[in-house]
């Protein structure tokens, strides 16, 4: 398509038709007057289909409709033309800026309609994989543990976090004036009688296992238990405590050492060295501590025993016919081996930088 230049009014625009960078109105002379309205008009229609922002429509705007536009700047040039050419022109001009600002109109809601709003989703992306959580490290090595004396033939039971005194101490031998049973060690509870309190280990448990069943009896319980102590690396006033139970005739203290011994090869690797010293718990007698050689040394992860008699006759059995073996530890203590992990604190602070290694 050929443009002719006209000397005296020379239109320029970012806008082409076929890389078009120079638009003129044609030269009266060459061509009807009325088809230069429809040259504009056809320009017009092709930039604005080409203009796909809010920013190409406002600069289509100005250059085409706009005071100083094209053909506003034809209108202008109207005074040249003869009387009938300029009667022509100037209606086909003025219907082509109604036709114009309609389109322009309808092209802006367009764009609007399809230009997503800030913080809207692009579909197009790849999904984002969501935050996913995880079991908590503790509950881990809590699960690790019972599946081992799971498979041992141990079944895991349960009891409550806020316990009698009766459960608590008076059926596992804990005397009267055992420093345990100060107000300064334990977490007493407000009520009418003043027995309750929070559990300051799993061994109720036990008790309350042995009163309601019969031998034999094998048993997990895992837990959590509270003290009224100083926290620190190693110490915590809150922390899970795993006890175990195994009650039946002919139970004896080489029973108790095959089981933790089979224990801490399960956990810590077949190769694993044990070591069992004597200890003293009112609840078993003998008492034993049980140490794992770790990295060249000895180190204590549970205390253990058979299950003194006057426990299992507070539990109404036979002391005579039936014996068994106890054992506790805690979780945390072990996963703290197993990990590296140099604070017990770290376990309860819900810090996720921590939690989130596991």
Same mark, same amino acid.
């Given at each position: ?15 082409? #038709?076929?890389?078009?960078?120079? #638009? ?28 796909? /922002? ?17 053909? /506003?700047?034809?209108?202008? $040039?109207? !005074? ?17 800026? $109604? ?25 197009? #992306?790849?999904?984002?994989? %969501?935050?996913?959580? !995880? ?17 041992? $033939?141990? +079944? ?19 005397? +009267?004036?055992? &420093? ?60 899970? +405590? ?9 139970? /004896? ?28 718990? %009112? ?21 253990? !025993?058979?299950?003194? &008699? ?5 539990? !109404? ?5 039936? /014996?068994?073996?106890?054992? $506790?530890?805690?979780?945390? @203590? ?10 017990? @604190? ?13």
């Amino acid at each position: 398509m050929e443009w002719w230049h006209n000397s005296q009014i020379i239109f320029r625009s970012h806008w082409t #038709l076929s890389h078009v960078r120079v #638009l003129s109105l044609p030269n009266s002379q060459d061509i009807p007057a009325a088809e230069s309205v429809e040259e504009l008009k056809l320009v017009a229609i092709s930039a604005l289909e080409n203009s796909s /922002t809010s920013e190409e429509l406002e600069v289509w705007r100005v250059d085409f409709i706009g005071r100083k536009g094209k053909l /506003t700047s034809l209108l202008r $040039g109207l !005074g040249s033309l003869a009387v009938d050419d300029r009667r022509v022109v100037g209606a086909a001009a003025n219907r082509l800026r $109604g036709e114009l600002e309609g389109l322009f109109e309808k092209r802006i809601a367009v764009v609007n309609s399809s230009s997503a709003p800030l913080g809207s989703i692009d579909v197009t #992306l790849p999904g984002r994989k %969501p935050a996913s959580g !995880g079991l908590h490290p503790s509950t881990q090595m809590i699960r690790e543990i019972t599946q081992a004396f799971n498979e041992m $033939g141990f +079944q895991t039971v349960e009891g409550p976090e806020v316990e009698l005194e009766r459960y608590n101490f008076d059926m596992l031998n804990i005397p +009267q004036n055992h &420093p345990a049973r100060d107000m300064f060690d334990t977490f007493w509870v407000d009520s009418e009688k003043d027995d309750l309190l929070l559990r300051t280990h799993t061994s109720p448990v036990q008790a309350r296992v042995m009163e309601a069943n019969d031998p034999p009896i094998r048993v997990v319980v895992p837990g959590k238990c509270y003290r009224y102590e100083a926290t620190d690396a190693t110490h915590e006033w809150q922390f899970n +405590q795993i006890e175990g139970l195994a009650v039946d005739e002919g139970i /004896t203290f080489a029973d108790l050492k095959g089981t933790l011994y089979e224990f801490a090869r399960r956990i810590f690797g077949p190769s694993q060295k044990v070591r069992f010293r004597c200890d003293f718990f %009112p609840f078993v007698e003998p008492g034993v501590d049980m140490s794992i050689e770790w990295k060249g040394n000895w180190l204590e992860i549970m205390g253990a !025993g058979m299950v003194h &008699p006057k426990v299992l006759e507070n539990a !109404g059995y036979d002391s005579d016919k039936y /014996t068994g073996f106890a054992f $506790g530890m805690g979780p945390e @203590r072990i996963s703290m081996l197993k990990n590296e992990i140099t604070d017990i @604190r770290h376990f309860f602070s819900n810090d996720l930088r921590f939690l989130s290694q596991f």
